[in-house]
Nanobody, 113 residues
């Protein structure tokens, strides 16, 4: 059974940084594109970042220049480095195998002073 496990969330002040990790229990991890999504309170889940098999990346406009997605295929892990965090980045962050219904349980990021 494929599982995704996010970690690294927490409480951070505006302007601070966090790094999220998502470890995948899947063989052939390097063959899959991976994505990060988030869901803020009272809002729909939205796309944040994507990394494909060649490590080409895409971002939603609101995080460009602040967030960086990366992957370590030896560790079956995808990361989301988040810098210059803002209150509006507060959400539960989920990773997913791109274009599948495979999701992790999420990790909460709260940006507040």
């Amino acid at each position: 059974q494929v599982q995704l496990a996010e970690s690294g969330g927490g409480l951070v002040q505006p302007g601070g940084s966090l790094r999220l990790s998502c470890e995948a229990s899947i063989s052939g991890f390097s063959f899959y594109a991976m994505g990060w999504f988030r869901q803020a309170p009272g809002k729909q889940r939205e796309f944040v970042a994507r990394i494909n098999q060649e490590s080409t990346t895409n971002y939603v406009d609101s995080v460009k220049g602040r967030f960086t997605i990366s992957r370590d295929n030896d560790k079956n892990t995808v990361y989301l480095q988040m810098n210059s965090l803002k209150a509006e980045d507060t959400a539960v962050y989920y990773c997913s195998i791109w274009e599948t219904e495979v999701w992790g349980k999420g990790t909460l990021v709260t940006v507040s002073s």
